[in-house]
């Protein structure tokens, strides 16, 4: 799918509330690869689901792009991303993160 065939299949659902429509694009075009984590646990950071726990050692997040973390690893597999991990994801360099 392309970016401009889901911009239209976003535009045929209608007013769609922020967080559902990013519940949608992860439904159509997979999570993102730009992740939050959490002793463990790492979250899509474009819808929040959960996509990973590493605890068990079972999730390799060496492709993600941690939010908040401005490593060369992180830039350097942010640069590998191509625009369905970006599409309405947050910058995951801001220097403020919002809620």
Not at 85 to 93: E, M, S
Request: proline content about 3%.
């Amino acid at each position: 799918m392309t970016q401009e065939e889901l911009m239209l299949k976003l535009a045929a659902l209608g007013e769609l509330t922020e967080e559902k429509r990013k519940a949608v694009v992860c439904a159509l075009v997979g999570h993102s690869l730009i992740q939050t984590q959490f002793w463990g646990y790492y979250d899509c950071a474009r819808c929040r689901e959960q996509v990973g726990d590493s605890l068990a050692g079972a999730y390799k997040a060496t492709s993600v792009v941690l939010v908040g973390h401005n490593c060369d690893t992180c830039r350097a597999n942010y640069a590998a991303l191509t625009w369905e991990h970006k599409l309405f994801a947050p910058d995951p360099f801001a220097t403020e993160v919002p809620a």
